[in-house]
């Protein structure tokens, strides 16, 4: 049984910069939907579809995105870590629609900073303001610790948003030093693989 050769796009247009793999079941009306733009613009930025009413699987489309999208930056150390420290941050697909930041490292107790129980990943973008969240640590020793944030659908990750990692104190609400730090921009970064489904 041959299937339908999935449709990629040569390149993008400046404001649609991300990419979004079709699965069985999506409309043009409802990815629209979930990024929040007309269907005609949808269409209109994805000429390599020529009817926007037949869709198939693997087929990507180009979506609103000022940056590549989904794409990951290594976050470097900002203040003396332990050896092995490290980290990165993610900016990909929310699953309610828009776009979510996940950041994931392996760092030592917050407390190895001063007087702080917890980790918060923030990510600041120009000209919109910043977006945080407690990090979780798994069983291991060091721990990694991890996050998402799903922004609201009226925010989405520009060029030279800065992500970052600090300790903090979850009674007193005190912050302590960056301890990780990335810069999420158009040509820096590692760009994700798509995955196309093939015959």
């Excluded at 649609?16 to 733009?37: E, K, S, W």
């Excluded at 180009?62 to 976050?75: A, H, R």
């Excluded at 060029?159 to 921009?185: K, M, Y």
Aim: charged share 10%.
């Amino acid at each position: 049984m041959l299937r339908q050769q999935p449709r990629v796009p040569q390149n993008c247009p400046p404001a649609f910069l991300g990419h979004y793999t079709v699965l069985p079941g999506d409309t043009f009306y409802i990815i629209a939907q979930i990024f929040r733009v007309r269907i005609e613009t949808l269409a209109a930025n994805n000429p390599h579809i020529p009817n926007p009413n037949v869709l198939f699987p693997g087929d990507v489309l180009c979506v609103p995105g000022f940056i590549s999208y989904p794409c990951c930056t290594i976050l470097s150390p900002r203040t003396s870590i332990p050896f092995g420290a490290n980290g990165i941050v993610s900016v990909n697909f929310a699953p309610r629609g828009g776009q979510a930041v996940s950041f994931m490292a392996t760092l030592p107790q917050p407390s190895n900073f001063g007087n702080f129980d917890i980790y918060t990943g923030e990510i600041f973008i120009p000209g919109i303001g910043g977006f945080g969240n407690q990090l979780f640590a798994n069983p291991q020793d060091p721990p990694v610790w991890s996050t998402r944030i799903d922004l609201p659908t009226v925010a989405s990750v520009m060029p030279n948003s800065i992500a970052v990692i600090r300790p903090s104190n979850s009674v007193t609400g005190a912050f302590g030093i960056t301890v990780l730090q990335g810069t999420i921009s158009r040509g820096i970064g590692v760009k994700i693989k798509v995955p196309v489904f093939g015959i």
